[in-house]
């Protein structure tokens, strides 16, 4: 049996999902049937690490078996401002392509991104990645001034695609001609709470709120 460990990182120790991060861009790659090559340059570096960085806030969850990071979910609040229809230099180059977020009417200016979802092959189906979506979710929804959350799905990824389907996301738009899928849903306000502090079986050691898990449907 597994015994598999849920932390919520609270030192900024991103380092230790280096290599998973890079697994997922390469899982990515092997997928995709759109531009695979514009994955190349995606890394820890260049995609997570960048990220953390430039996001207006950012929650890292890693699951690890023993001490061994097995998977992870990152999430953050973007502001979307006036580069809210850049295009970043590994995108594809399409004509008239949709950018990351849709032409709504008086889009907000914060939105909440689940980013990464990833669980090392041997690790999925048990359950981990809806606990990991869960947790990233509480977190999401805890903003104030977030009234949407996108996930951003790479083209061939259906299973993820349908795993995002299945718990209560819409498709909004093909980005970038379809190289990437995203994904949305609106935060039901009744669902806002604080995370911090929270009740349950959640306790801090170091820089890192622990929740043990044992394999199993959860
Ligand atoms: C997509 C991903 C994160 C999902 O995580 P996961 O741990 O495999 O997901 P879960 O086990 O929670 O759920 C997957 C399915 O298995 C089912 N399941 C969960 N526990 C189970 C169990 N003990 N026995 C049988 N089935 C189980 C769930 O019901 C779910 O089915 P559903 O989607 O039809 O509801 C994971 O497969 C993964 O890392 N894939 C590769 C990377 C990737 O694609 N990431 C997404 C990038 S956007």
């Not at 295009?87 to 990464?116: H, Q, R």
């Amino acid at each position: 049996m597994k015994d598999i460990t849920i932390g919520i990182v609270r030192d900024g120790n991103i380092e230790q999902c280096r290599d998973l991060c890079d697994e997922l861009m390469a899982f990515q790659k092997a997928k995709a049937t759109i531009s695979p090559e514009c994955f190349d340059p995606m890394n820890f570096d260049t995609r997570m690490k960048r990220s953390w960085q430039h996001a207006l806030d950012r929650q890292l969850i890693v699951a690890k078996d023993g001490d061994i990071p097995v998977g992870y979910v990152f999430s953050t609040i973007e502001s979307v401002g006036e580069g809210r229809d850049a295009i970043p230099d590994w995108a594809p180059k399409v004509e008239n392509g949709k950018g990351f977020y849709p032409d709504w009417p008086d889009f907000p200016s914060k939105v909440g991104c689940l980013s990464n979802l990833y669980l090392r092959d041997g690790y999925r189906h048990i359950g981990l990645g809806s606990k990991l979506f869960d947790l990233a979710m509480e977190w999401l929804e805890s903003f104030m001034d977030v009234p949407v959350v996108f996930i951003y799905i790479s083209n061939g990824n259906d299973e993820a695609l349908d795993f995002y389907l299945k718990r209560g996301f819409t498709f909004s738009h093909d980005v970038f001609g379809g190289f990437i899928k995203a994904v949305y849903t609106f935060v039901d306000s009744s669902h806002r709470r604080c995370v911090t502090g929270r009740g349950g079986t959640a306790r801090q050691t170091g820089g890192v709120s622990l929740l043990r898990y044992r394999e199993g449907r959860m």
